[in-house]
């Protein structure tokens, strides 16, 4: 069965500061990746996918196979980052999340 | 365009109560629904999922239980509410056949 595992609840970063949000996963197959993002007040809502690799909002993460990765990387947080972002992984028709990491950036 | 509809936004019922919650969506035809929990500490935890009408999936054992009776139209019910059952209800929407989903405002449930 699949699973989703973001160890980390909580991360405080200053402004301009790199922040980095961990993913790792369990699937036998081959493994279609998400981070989801929900800002305060808002609804849960797709932040990017690991197969299309593209840069949103300045955020990057890559699918590291051989270490079962998917890490949310951006080089300078800003305060509008601040929100709970949940890395997610699709198969059989469904979504599977992680606990889910809330970032904080502090000015 | 497609929209999601969820509601009640809060609810609070003792215990024991029934419950039914209600999400349709609109401008799109044969979805994937999906209901969430999202519990403090323990991030989203998938419940049910459903490819088609009167087709339910159910990812985990509890006190509660999904349909769909209509093809845009997924319920989350409960016969008895326990205090467990307090959280956060989230419903989705995909496309069939593509990961990404689609969620509504969400209903904060408060067992008391």
């Known amino acids: 069965a699949q699973r989703v595992t973001q160890p980390e609840k909580l991360l405080s970063v200053f402004k301009g500061a790199p922040v980095e949000l961990k993913c790792n996963y369990s699937?036998?197959?081959?493994?279609?990746l998400f981070w989801y993002v929900q800002y305060s007040r808002q609804r849960l809502q797709l932040l990017l996918r690991?197969?299309s690799r593209e840069s949103i909002k300045g955020f990057t993460a890559d699918l590291n196979k051989g270490e079962t990765s998917f890490h949310l990387k951006k080089p300078f947080a800003q305060e509008e980052d601040s929100a709970m972002y949940y890395c997610?992984?699709?198969?059989?028709?469904?979504?599977?999340f992680g606990a889910g990491t809330t970032v904080t950036v502090r000015a | 365009s497609q929209t999601i509809h969820q509601w009640p936004a809060t609810l609070v019922q003792p215990v024991g109560s029934p419950l039914s919650l209600e999400c349709t969506v609109e401008?799109?035809?044969?979805?994937?629904l999906y209901w969430y929990r999202q519990a403090a500490g323990r991030g989203l935890q998938l419940l049910f999922y459903?490819?088609?009408?009167?087709?339910i999936s159910s990812e985990v054992p509890q006190n509660l239980s999904a349909s769909r009776p209509q093809d845009r139209q997924f319920i989350l019910s409960s016969k008895k509410l326990l205090l467990s059952d307090s959280g956060f209800y989230l419903c989705?929407?995909?496309?069939?056949?593509?990961?990404?989903?689609?969620f509504g405002q969400g209903t904060r449930l408060t067992v008391v």
């Open positions: 699937y036998s197959g081959s493994p279609e």
């Open positions: 690991h197969i």
């Open positions: 401008g799109t035809s044969n979805p994937n």
């Open positions: 459903s490819v088609g009408i009167g087709q």
């Open positions: 989705a929407w995909s496309v069939q056949g593509a990961p990404e989903a689609f």
């Open positions: 997610a992984l699709y198969s059989d028709y469904k979504l599977s």
